[in-house]
T-cell receptor, first 115, second 112 residues
Framework: GENVEQHPSTLSVQEGDSAVIKCTYS??????FPWYKQELGKRPQLIID?????GEKKDQRIAVTLNKTAKHFSLHITETQPEDSAVYFC??????????????FGRGTSLIVHP | AAGVIQSPRHLIKEKRETATLKCYPI?????VYWYQQGPGQDPQFLIS???????DKGSIPDRFSAQQFSDYHSELNMSSLELGDSALYFC???????????FGQGTRLTVV
């Protein structure tokens, strides 16, 4: 099955700095890579995603990059704000035999943005 | 916009009791996933359903079972509860053929 590694587990930055979270995946068949933001006690919320036919995608202050050859993808947050503080999960999704697509999550990165 | 609805939001059960968690997917979403998230852990895939049939199985214990009904809602049945079953249980849904999964707010199960 798919295995997703995520680093770092904790990331502490000053407000206005950039933050980068990196993930690697093992299954070359994975073709969809969502990123979720989870605030304490709340549900994971999809913030951005990238598909395997694209190398980079940007949405305002967040961007994702994908290197299919190396099987790694990254989340970049610029001009961080205190409200960006949360746990961020990367995931890799591949076609499953039963007709559904199963996201496999990384272990999460706790991002702390200091005012 | 309608989101994934889970009930109950909180549940306290004693060891060896049973629990039933419910999930109502986003309208027109025919795929449902169940995840278990322990404290400080990433969500672990339990089981999924597509068009009312079990489509994939993850790390779901034999004590748990689930099904998807004709209206596409799903129920996770948990028996012989153990202290280690205490966790957040998330349901997510997606439209058939789509890779995007949208999560419900979760059910916090506490086994005492």
């Amino acid at each position: 099955g798919e295995n997703v590694e995520q680093h770092p587990s904790t990331l502490s930055v000053q407000e206005g700095d950039s933050a980068v979270i990196k993930c690697t995946y093992s299954d070359s068949a994975s073709n969809y890579f969502p990123w979720y933001k989870q605030e304490l006690g709340k549900r994971p919320q999809l913030i951005i995603d990238i598909r395997s036919n694209v190398g980079e995608k940007k949405d305002q202050r967040i961007a994702v990059t994908l290197n299919k050859t190396a099987k790694h993808f990254s989340l970049h947050i610029t001009e961080t704000q205190p409200e960006d503080s949360a746990v961020y999960f990367c995931a890799a999704t591949s076609d499953a035999s039963g007709g559904s697509y199963i996201p496999t999550f990384g272990r999460g990165t706790s991002l702390i943005v200091h005012p | 916009a309608a989101g994934v609805i889970q009930s109950p939001r909180h549940l306290i059960k004693e060891k060896r009791e049973t629990a039933t968690l419910k999930c109502y997917p986003i309208p027109r979403h025919d795929t449902v996933y169940w995840y278990q998230q322990g404290p400080g852990q990433d969500p672990q895939f339990l089981i999924s359903f597509y068009e009312k049939m079990q489509s994939d199985k993850g790390s779901i214990p034999d004590r748990f079972s689930a099904q998807q009904f004709s209206d596409y809602h799903s129920e996770l049945n948990m028996s012989s509860l153990e202290l280690g079953d205490s966790a957040l249980y998330f349901c997510a849904s997606s439209p058939g053929g789509s890779t995007e999964a949208f999560f419900g707010q979760g059910t916090r199960l506490t086994v005492v």
